[in-house]
């Protein structure tokens, strides 16, 4: 059969170099009349043996009388099938089927492409997907087990060393007693390598619900249970925001980098600083003290696990809090690095993403509203509608909540008019909070 379209040479070479597979079949007979180069291609015959042949004894799997087009007159658009080829073998394809009226011939334009490597690699990342959760699975269980098995004999080895301690206390010479301490210090030591590492695991493992964090707060309540010592400031030098995160990994983070400083400091009138600025699309936190600093080349060193830069003896450290701190922080798509100066002090930055979606402020602002319960002499106007803004929700709630909470506290009008609007002003919306209160000295 010669197909109207094959006089047509060009339309002919055009699809001939497609890198799809396209045949047309017959749709009364089923019997496959044109196939193009990658067609054949992915069916591995030539064309004198692919033309004339019926589509569901050769290429397809359907049986007669159950094609889905003709048959069931089902649609089929970028669907996942299966064509046969020569030799048997099932191909995995998207596929589409077209049906047309070509010179009075309705026909079946049948385009598909091979998936077959992506398929295997399908199922290889399925397999690695796999291989990887067990290989999770067994770090727990293993980490758990170890942990268990390692703190029966350690809990026994301090049990005896404390009777030996209480009872026999009398019985040991200075350096008995030195040794005894030594080994009773030992055994915690080991106690604490075993919940860090325990804890490590635990990080990215395990996920709790984000949510809403005032980091004053939060910050305040970890100052006040590290309780640092008289000569010790900690203070907090800018507004900390408020932030979606998960509320036990950012107190893990700053309650580790806030408790170093104060356990590494060395000077007479120890200063802790905690600020926070915004970086482009981040929040930028930084911890710095007056302590003793960090080398330079050792500023990879310290975010390694079990590694520290005293001896265990001299400061009591397991060398995995800043390794949790890292993987914390990068789990969530942030990072973490050092600036210092030996002698001078350290500083911790890290940087988590500022959440930000569109907004439309007509919705919370009216919210807002509702949740301040102004007095029935205040009324809260509404001057304009407000355009949709793309930014961090919790902050723009809180920029309103603090303006319209101050118009309505400071009110001394016996009718007291707050107008909340906004105009366009070149690029930039300029919103606006006008009350008729006593207003302010410039």
Known sequence: MIIAFEKEEHLKNFIDTLQIGILIIDAETHTIV????????????PEDKVLGQICHKFVCPSEKGKCPVTDFNLPVVN???????????????????????IEGKRLLIESFVDISDRKRMENFNAQLIHEL??????LKDFAYITSHDLKAPLRAIGSLSQWLYTDYNDKFDEEGKVQLDLLVNRVNRMQNLIEGILEYSRVGRTREENETINLNMLIQEIIDSLSPPQNISVVIDTPLPTIYFDKTRIRQVFANLIGNAIKYMDKPQGEIHIGCMQDENNWKFSVKDNGQGIDKKYYDRVFQIFQTLHARDEVESTGIGLTIVKKIIEMYGGKIWIESELGTGSTFYFTIHEEKETIDPNMFIREIIDSLSPPSHISIVLDTSFPMVHSDKIRIRQVFSHLIGNAIKY???????????????????????NDNGPGMDE
């Not at 193009?36 to 015959?45: E, F, H, K, Q």
């Not at 995995?92 to 089927?97: C, H, N, T």
């Not at 959760?133 to 067994?138: L, M, Q, V």
Request: proline content about 5%; glycine content about 6%.
């Open 34 to 45: 044109y196939a193009n180069p990658m067609a054949l291609s992915i069916i591995r015959a």
């Open 79 to 101: 669907a996942e099938r299966v064509l046969l080829n020569v030799r048997g073998e099932r191909i995995p394809i998207i596929k589409s089927v077209k049906s047309m009226t």
């Open 133 to 138: 959760e067990n290989a999770n699975n067994e």
């Open 411 to 433: 009110m001394d009008k016996p009718q007291g008019e707050i107008h909340i609007g906004c105009i366009q002003n070149g690029n930039n919306w300029k919103f606006f909070v």
